[in-house]
């Protein structure tokens, strides 16, 4: 199997065509499952005045409100390589609200675009995008291990899962389900094909986490961490900096790494993972039209 290319910048990471056969109806289930049973899965947790709801075919309202930032007192550290047995407080949540909402989003001069934009729709495509942008540069200029990028996946995959979840009931609140429409003729494939492959790593990811013994308080906070590694992203980094896990959950995330690195392709060699074939021109004029500031990143581009 090819190897996705390297990223010219830091914001070209691409990822091909994909076989998946899941339905994007599945996809939805399976997410609004693992909240109602209290897995690792971050969902319905009230953070900030800020929280908006979604609807979804399949189950009632699902809160996917924003995530405040890890507290500025965590010691960052970067995940790969980095010796987790060294003693340190495990990072807490802070209070901190999330940003307000404006009419205008912007591009900051260091961290991924978009992650915390008003639009729900921007927010939750900048999350999922970011993240797989952010490994990818990883994967090709950091010369991780195989467990090293495992770790990052597992400590990214509670916050791809949400996302992933917004993204699907943002694209319901933007009219996604109206029966005849562009954008729902192109829903399943976005979900299954688009997002999908990023979504079942995380999932495999979140399931290496609960049967190393991870908590759903645990995957609230790891979401948290990467979430704050997007929002510090560097424009010369290549990997992201991300708070010190501490003595507990150093090695908890540890051994799930090894045990995703066993279950799934290394990112590098995931077919799934290159999407540059899949044609949803409706959603991506939606992103377009929802997101202007963010293309940057490539929000309302094909990818």
Known sequence: MGVLPRADTRWQARSGPDRATDSA???IVRAL?????????????????????SSSPDAGEVDVGRLPRVTSATTPVPPAGADSSAPNETAAPSETAAPSDSSESTVPASGVPGVDDAEPLCEAWSQLLGTRQVLTLAANFAEPTATELARLEVIAAPLVQRATLAFAGALL????????SALAAEFDTVLTDLVGPLDRRAAAAVDALTDAGAGRDVGILFAQVWLDGLRAFGPDDVEPVLADLGPELGPLVDGAAVAFA????????????DTSRIDT??????????CPDLSAIGVGDAV
């Open 33 to 53: 499952a693992a909240l109602v049973v209290g897995g690792v899965l971050v969902g319905v947790t009230s953070c900030s005045d800020n929280d908006v709801t």
């Open 173 to 180: 609140d933007a009219g996604v389900a109206d029966e005849g």
């Open 262 to 273: 066993d279950a799934v392709q290394p990112w590098t060699d995931d077919p799934a993972l």
């Open 281 to 290: 021109p409706a959603t991506f004029a939606l992103l377009g039209e929802r």
């Open 25 to 27: 109806r599945r996809l």
